[in-house]
C-alpha cells in the first residue's frame, strides 16, 4: 500500500505542473492526510470541498472520499463504527461520483493501482454474493453495478451484471448491459490486453455465463462463451474443466 502511496504523490505533484489554470486546485491537504493515514480527517475535509460551491464540481475530492473509505473498510477500528461499517459500499458509491465529475480522465489513469484494488474488493464480494443464488442475487447486482459506474471500460464487470439481471427477472437490463460487455471487450482489444483484475473476473465471468446459458438448454451458447476465453485461459484448471465439460 505504501508503493501506491508514493505512486499516487508522484503522479499527482507531477500532473500538477502541467494543470490547466482551471483545474489547478492540487488538494495538498488532503493529499498529506492520506499519505499520513489519518483517513477520517481526509474525509471530513473532502466532503466539505464536495459540499462548497467553489470545488464541487472538482474530481479530486470525491476520488480521496472513495480512496479513504476503502481504507478505513479494513481498519478494525472502523469496521465496528456504524457512521463506516459500509465503508466498503461507500468507497463505491464515492468512485461513481468521481467518475462522473472526471469526464475527461483526466485524473482516471494516475490511480490505475486504486482501482485494481477496489475492482477486487468489488468482484470478490460481488462474486460471493452471486454464488450463494437467489438470495444473494440484488446484493451482487448492486457490486457489479457500481463497477460498471465508475469503471465502464471492464467488461467482465458488464457479463457479470447482465447475469445478475437475468437472474433477477430484468430481461431487458441484461440484454442491455451485455451489449456494453461486447463493446468493452471489443474497445479494450480483447482479453489479452485487460488488466490482471479484470482478467481475472472475465475468467469467472464467462465460467457463469457458459453455467447460465447451459442451463437455459442452450448448449451451444454455453461453448461459444467459453470459445472467447479459450486463447486467455486454456492453463487455468478452472476454465479448462469448465471447457473441456462442453466439447
Given at each position: 500500500m505504501k508503493r501506491f502511496l508514493l505512486i499516487s504523490l508522484t503522479a499527482l505533484l507531477a500532473f500538477s505542473t502541467t494543470s490547466t489554470k482551471a483545474q489547478e486546485k492540487q488538494y495538498d491537504d488532503l493529499l498529506v492526510k492520506y499519505v499520513d493515514e489519518k483517513y477520517e480527517d481526509c474525509l471530513v475535509?473532502?466532503?466539505?470541498?464536495?459540499?462548497?460551491?467553489?470545488?464541487?464540481?472538482?474530481?479530486?475530492?470525491?476520488?480521496?472520499?472513495?480512496?479513504?473509505?476503502?481504507?478505513?473498510?479494513?481498519?478494525?477500528?472502523?469496521?465496528?463504527?456504524?457512521?463506516?461499517?459500509?465503508?466498503?459500499?461507500?468507497?463505491?458509491?464515492?468512485?461513481?461520483?468521481?467518475?462522473?465529475?472526471?469526464?475527461?480522465?483526466?485524473?482516471?489513469?494516475?490511480?490505475?493501482?486504486?482501482?485494481?484494488?477496489?475492482?477486487?474488493?468489488?468482484?470478490?464480494?460481488g462474486m460471493n454474493y452471486y454464488e450463494t443464488g437467489?438470495?444473494?442475487?440484488?446484493?451482487?447486482?448492486?457490486?457489479?453495478?457500481?463497477?460498471t459506474s465508475y469503471y465502464p471500460e471492464n467488461p467482465g464487470g458488464w457479463l457479470m451484471l447482465a447475469l445478475t439481471q437475468?437472474?433477477?427477472n430484468m430481461a431487458k437490463d441484461g440484454d442491455e448491459s451485455l451489449v456494453k460487455y461486447t463493446e468493452a471487450l471489443e474497445s479494450a482489444g480483447g482479453i489479452a490486453r485487460l488488466p490482471l483484475d479484470q482478467k481475472k473476473l472475465m475468467k469467472s465471468a464467462l465460467i457463469h455465463y457458459a453455467e447460465y446459458l447451459d442451463g437455459k438448454g442452450d448448449t451451444?451458447?454455453?461453448?461459444?462463451?467459453?470459445?472467447?476465453?479459450?486463447?486467455?485461459?486454456?492453463?487455468?484448471?478452472?476454465?479448462?474443466?469448465?471447457?473441456?465439460?462442453f466439447h
Open positions: 475535509r473532502a466532503e466539505r470541498y464536495t459540499q462548497n460551491d467553489n470545488t464541487k464540481k472538482d474530481p479530486l475530492p470525491y476520488l480521496y472520499m472513495s480512496m479513504c473509505l476503502y481504507e478505513m473498510s479494513k481498519i478494525p477500528k472502523y469496521q465496528e463504527m456504524d457512521e463506516y461499517k459500509k465503508a466498503d459500499r461507500d468507497a463505491l458509491k464515492w468512485a461513481e461520483k468521481y467518475r462522473k465529475k472526471d469526464k475527461n480522465l483526466e485524473f482516471f489513469n494516475n490511480y490505475e493501482d486504486y482501482w485494481s484494488e477496489l475492482n477486487t474488493m468489488a468482484q470478490e464480494t437467489p438470495k444473494g442475487m440484488s446484493k451482487a447486482r448492486r457490486y457489479f453495478d457500481s463497477m437475468y437472474n433477477s451451444s451458447g454455453a461453448r461459444a462463451a467459453l470459445e472467447t476465453g479459450k486463447d486467455a485461459f486454456m492453463d487455468d484448471a478452472e476454465f479448462k474443466g469448465a471447457y473441456d465439460s
